[in-house]
């Protein structure tokens, strides 16, 4: 058996000191196109000192290390969920797709973009951006939002990145709860 062995690894040797003159092809990849790394199917925790803040799942996660603008691409959408200390979630986020610029720490939330913050006020949109060095989230698209006593509807928006502290810049609407519950009984 060990001389079967020897005999591979010497033919092995032989067959790769060979002198043969070996071809190579030149293939360009588009670095703006072709990911670095592609994930399918992430869940991923997140914790802070132990404690797990974060759980986020996603269909696709492509990594684009070397484009011009290194990013995440998020195509088939992302879902978070926010945990408090008891790990109960006390917020959540959805979107269809999402984009991680990640040298300039931006993130743009585009298609059905769904948020419910600690307080349970919930905010609907279409396109959304997440500044983490400045810490606010913005949009000049039309937001709605549902409190406990009253709907806000508008255009353009400016929240901290809790979403709890926002100002909608054009308001087109405020609705009591009330009205809105008597208009979908009728």
């Not at 005999?7 to 196109?33: G, Q």
């Not at 610029?101 to 419910?116: A, D």
């Amino acid at each position: 058996m060990l001389s079967a062995m020897g005999a591979f690894v010497a033919l092995c040797l032989s067959a790769s000191c060979s002198s043969d003159k070996k071809d190579f092809v030149d293939v360009t990849v588009d670095n703006e196109v072709i990911p670095t790394m592609k994930t399918l199917n992430v869940e991923t925790l997140v914790s802070d000192s132990g404690i797990i803040r974060y759980k986020i799942t996603a269909p696709s996660w492509l990594v684009f290390e070397e484009a011009q603008d290194p990013r995440w691409d998020f195509n088939k959408g992302l879902h978070l969920e926010k945990y408090d200390n008891m790990r109960a979630i006390d917020a959540t986020f959805e979107c269809d797709s999402a984009i991680y610029l990640s040298q300039r720490k931006l993130w743009e939330f585009v298609g059905y973009v769904h948020m419910t913050n600690v307080a349970k006020e919930r905010f609907e949109t279409e396109h959304l951006f997440w500044d983490q060095r400045d810490k606010k989230v913005y949009t000049d698209s039309f937001i709605h939002i549902e409190k406990s006593d009253r709907i806000i509807e508008g255009y353009g928006f400016v929240s901290n990145e809790n979403m709890t502290d926002y100002t909608v810049n054009r308001v087109s609407g405020i609705f009591p709860v009330s009205d809105m519950t008597q208009n979908n009984q009728q």
